[in-house]
């Protein structure tokens, strides 16, 4: 079982529920997007993925469906994101042989432990901070934690997420993870597009 590989540096990775928000950012710039809908109905989840997954391939960016690995593959993703519940029952050997990259989230040191022998495309790191956006089991693993697993995993690619905001994104950047997930950063922002613009410009004077 091998998945696809992604570049290291997903960039700015924003993590939206709905085909709108994905309009918008595509429309913006953003190359890697995360599409996680809560609490719909089927028919509407479908409906979403299917012209999410379209928008993005117009746009020539690279759309991960959250927990759908189903409607992922039959809709043709770029990728696939599961947590570690979702690992346990998703078909995983179906979404590497349809060619979807697979990233997964992490939250210790055990976690990864337990990640690494799938090889996925990328490992999330959260939370990085505390979050208001998702009730987490576990704590923020903080900055030097994050530096600690993305120095570990060497080339595989890193994904921070979990409370990160722009004032906190030169931090986060600098324990050199691969890409910043952001909700509320983006979703909650006064001026969204400026929001995206500034975090867009951090990561360039990062590289
Ligand atoms: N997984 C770990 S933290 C998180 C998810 C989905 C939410 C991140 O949201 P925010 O608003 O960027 O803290
Ligand atoms: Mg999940």
């Known amino acids: 079982m091998r998945f696809p590989e992604v570049p290291f540096a997903l960039g700015l990775y924003p993590v939206v529920d709905s085909v709108q928000w994905i309009e918008r950012l595509l429309n913006v710039g953003v190359k890697t997007l995360q599409l996680r809908i809560k609490n719909a109905n089927s028919d509407v989840i479908r409906e979403d993925i299917r012209q999410a997954i379209a928008l993005t391939k117009q746009f020539d960016a690279r759309l991960f469906i959250n927990d759908e ?32 990259r697979l990233g997964v989230s992490t939250h210790s040191d055990e976690e990864i432990e337990r990640v690494l022998p799938l090889n996925p495309s990328y490992i999330a790191l ?6 208001q956006t998702k009730e987490m089991a576990m704590p923020p693993q903080g900055i030097t934690k994050v530096a600690e697993h993305v120095a570990k995993l060497k080339t595989i690619p890193t994904v921070a997420i979990g409370g990160i905001s722009l004032e906190r994104a030169a931090d986060v950047l600098q324990t050199g993870v691969g890409s910043i997930a952001v909700v509320s950063a983006i979703t909650q922002a006064t001026d969204w597009r400026a929001a995206v613009a500034s975090f867009q410009q951090l990561i360039a004077e990062q590289r």
């Open 126 to 131: 959260g939370p990085v901070y505390t979050t």
């Open 69 to 100: 690995w189903r409607l992922a593959i039959e809709y043709q993703a770029y990728g696939v994101h599961l947590g570690q519940e979702d690992l346990l029952e998703a078909d995983l050997s179906a979404i590497a042989q349809a060619g979807l």
